[in-house]
């Protein structure tokens, strides 16, 4: 595991997404092809946006991965995070391909349905957040670190409901969805390497739990201290809290 402190989170966004970039050349490099795993949310604002501007990315030979949905929520709806993938990077590259998670589907068979597809296809390079209660992808805590499934469907606690509100998604939390689909932890933990961005005071309690606390289902994001190539990049006010600046 390694922190990188930026100066800011444009810089942040700028080295995560240097970071990822050269990961993906390399993939295709070495296999002819890169899987991707793509987050969503604040925390990746700034990675998409240095990330669709690389140089020498040969997208058509790129995989991508969506990371979680909520259930029941249209693209139409702002708060779609398929349609904050589609905006944000598939209409601004030409990517191989883009295998979203439908949250209009019948959950259960939709897992099964990207499960199959991302079984077959090893992940190079994770992009990834940390959230205010140190949930990892969707998985809020007490996340399930045990299971295999590569998705699953998942409540979502209050706190992660209130994130949602707070960064401006949903006009109510009543209007937060309750459930979504999320990739499993042991399923991003499989990836190659994984680059995880985490801005803001706000996340500095979860960031500082996660790189310093022990590994526990109650910090899910406390799993990356198992990975060998885990890369933190994170602005100054997220690191306040850390011990070792």
Known sequence: MNITICRDAKEMGRRAAADAAERIRLAIHDRGRANIIVATGASQFEVLSALVEAKDIDWPKVVGFHLDEYL?????HPASFRRYLKERLVDRVPIGEFHYIDGEADAESEC???GELIAAAPIDTALVGVGENGHLAFND???DFQTDRPYIVVDLDEACRRQQLGEGWFPTLDDVPRRAISMSVRQIMKSRTIVCTVPDRRKAEALRAAVEGPVTPQLPASILQQH???????D????ELLAKR
Request: aromatic share 10%; glycine share 4%.
């Open 141 to 143: 805590p007490p996340a």
């Open 112 to 114: 099964r349905r990207v």
């Open 236 to 239: 100054p006010p997220a690191a």
């Open 72 to 76: 029941g929520l249209p693209m139409t």
């Open 228 to 234: 060998p190539q885990a890369m933190f990049y994170v």
